[in-house]
């Protein structure tokens, strides 16, 4: 049986946020800025994407997405 890919469970601006936090280490008001929304908005999404990847913090985030070969 195939694993499940769990970025699919993210909605698209999710994944958006994902990779501007993983792949250009953004922070949350600056991805705010540059998408023309809310640091609270943007911190909502991250929030969501932490609790549908079950890690705790933008530091497992980095490490997730490095052990996932997202990043290197």
């Known amino acids: 049986m195939r694993r499940r890919d769990p970025l699919f469970e993210l909605t698209p601006r999710e994944k958006e946020i994902f990779f501007l936090i993983t792949k250009q280490g953004l922070l949350y008001?600056?991805?705010a800025t540059m998408l023309g929304i809310s640091y609270k908005t943007?911190?909502?999404?991250a929030c969501q994407i932490l609790v549908k990847l079950e890690i705790t913090s933008r530091f497992e985030l980095?490490?997730?997405?490095w052990r996932n070969g997202i990043v290197r």
Not at 42 to 45: G, I
Not at 62 to 65: E, L, N
């Open 62 to 65: 980095a490490v997730w997405a």
């Open 42 to 45: 943007v911190k909502h999404h």
């Open 29 to 31: 008001v600056d991805i």
